[in-house]
């Protein structure tokens, strides 16, 4: 007997004049970002809303996160596995090549690392904290810890916001003069500006970028427009 329930729609798109290629076309090769469903674009109506409570803010950015920290994942290479099902069977799979770590760019990276533990499994994370200097207004390292063997492992770059881009930078030349490849690099971020993201991708044409949403750009003062507001505050 056929159905009379009407089918399920297909996933909606996010609206164009939101959309990352209506603030950046073309997107950098190195750029990654996820798919624009309105689904996801609930989600930043909900977390850009300065009406948003703090428990709110919390659960949808971390949604969020987790999708970006398995989106990073899906670019790490892999080798040929074979394993032995409960069925007796013989599956031949994949399996990660290499070990990962994280480090967050301090403060609001910080925030990023519970997302990341909750996809990967006493993953390894460092931190690295950039300021700007008060005589240079240049980014400058104050701070950074790293796994000892961190030149050895893919790196999970976390920061929430990628505004013009220096402190990110800035972290990426702190982690090459540690050994660190830059296409073992993969940075992770909820938005960025258009000026910023063009202008990173310029200096590391070779590291990836996973970004959530790309925001209209910047204002004048270089603030991330429509942006959600500080990150590291709000949670």
């Not at 009379?4 to 297909?10: H, K, M, Q, R, W």
């Not at 301090?106 to 533990?117: D, K, N, P, V």
Request: net charge negative; glycine share 8%; aromatic share 8%.
């Amino acid at each position: 007997m056929a159905s009379d329930a009407t089918p399920l729609p297909p996933p909606q798109p996010a609206q164009v004049r939101n959309t990352n290629l209506s603030h950046l076309n073309p997107l950098p090769s190195s750029v990654f970002t996820l798919p624009q469903t309105a689904q996801l674009e609930a989600l930043y109506t909900i977390i850009r809303n300065k009406e948003t409570s703090r428990g709110d803010f919390l659960f949808y950015s971390d949604r969020i996160i987790r999708l970006l920290v398995e989106e990073g994942l899906n670019h790490l290479p892999v080798v040929a596995k074979t394993v032995e099902t409960p069925t007796g069977a013989t599956y031949h799979g994949v399996g990660f090549e290499g070990k990962i770590c994280g480090v967050s760019i301090l403060r609001a990276g910080e925030a990023m690392e519970a997302g990341l533990r909750e996809v990967c499994r006493s993953v390894r994370i460092g931190k690295i904290l950039i300021q700007r200097d008060e005589e240079t207004a240049l980014p400058k390292l104050f701070y950074s810890k790293f796994p000892q063997d961190i030149a050895s492992r893919y790196v999970l770059l976390l920061d929430p916001m990628l505004a013009t881009g220096g402190s990110a930078m800035k972290a990426v030349e702190v982690l090459m003069e540690h050994g660190v490849p830059e296409e073992r690099i993969i940075f992770i971020n909820l938005i960025a500006a258009p000026e910023g993201l063009t202008t990173f991708c310029s200096r590391f044409p070779s590291l990836k970028v996973i970004t959530g949403w790309i925001d209209e750009g910047l204002n004048d003062k270089a603030y991330i427009i429509p942006g959600l507001g500080d990150f590291g505050e709000r949670r």
